[in-house]
């Protein structure tokens, strides 16, 4: 895929039962978010509104160890766990604005992989009862799509998990990708740029 990227965000909702969340959304106060940022070649020149977008997300929850934790993840041709869950915003955003340098291809297999290593404890079980929440930036094709989509199909089925996303618009991207791999219950969101994402994140109803 060269340098094509993907803005994809992914959304994780793990552990309540879906309905149950959707009616009562003083449970969304209760979240593990992973922020997972696609830093692959086409994104060069825009890792600071990614970073922008991100510690935009994150104040708008007041994080502790019983409501909101967030985690970080990159990812080009590898992904990288920037940061587990946790519930220090300001050591947060210091690791998001220290994001390497867009370049390399878009490997959102590992993302959700990385993401969902984020998600568990030292046994491999998923961390709280509580909804799980994931997004990743891209704006186009990912390097293996059929390995990516059975992936996110197997989260959904075995474990609860639903996934919704955003893609920033680009000559490589592709909606129908991101419609593909996204939960019946989800809406998949767009934006023309960069200089969106901002707004979009800040808007964005996790609940659903």
């Not at 793990?14 to 940022?37: E, H, M, P, R, W």
């Not at 929850?61 to 915003?89: E, H, Q, Y």
């Not at 959700?112 to 891209?138: C, M, Y």
């Amino acid at each position: 895929m060269g340098k094509i990227t993907t803005l994809i965000l992914i959304v994780l909702y793990s552990g309540a039962n879906y309905a149950q969340t959707k009616q009562n959304k003083q449970s969304c106060l209760q979240l593990d978010i992973v922020l997972v940022g696609d830093l692959s070649g086409s994104v060069s020149g825009h890792e600071g509104e990614i970073s922008q977008a991100f510690i935009a997300f994150i104040d708008r929850f007041t994080l502790s160890d019983m409501g909101v934790r967030v985690g970080i993840v990159t990812f080009s041709d590898a992904a990288v766990i920037i940061s587990p869950l946790s519930t220090n915003k300001p050591l947060l955003k210091q690791k998001i604005l220290e994001f390497p340098y867009a370049s390399g291809t878009t490997n959102l297999l590992g993302a959700l992989e990385a993401s969902f290593n984020v998600l568990q404890d030292t046994d491999g079980i998923l961390v709280r009862d509580v909804p799980k929440l994931i997004i990743i930036v891209t704006d186009g094709v990912p390097d293996d799509p059929a390995r990516a989509a059975a992936l996110s199909e197997q989260m959904q089925r075995i474990l609860n998990i639903g996934i919704c996303g955003i893609l920033v618009q680009h000559s490589s991207s592709s909606g129908n990708y991101l419609d593909s791999i996204t939960s019946p219950f989800c809406r998949s969101i767009s934006t023309q740029n960069y200089g969106m994402l901002i707004d979009t994140m800040k808007q964005m109803d996790i609940c659903l």
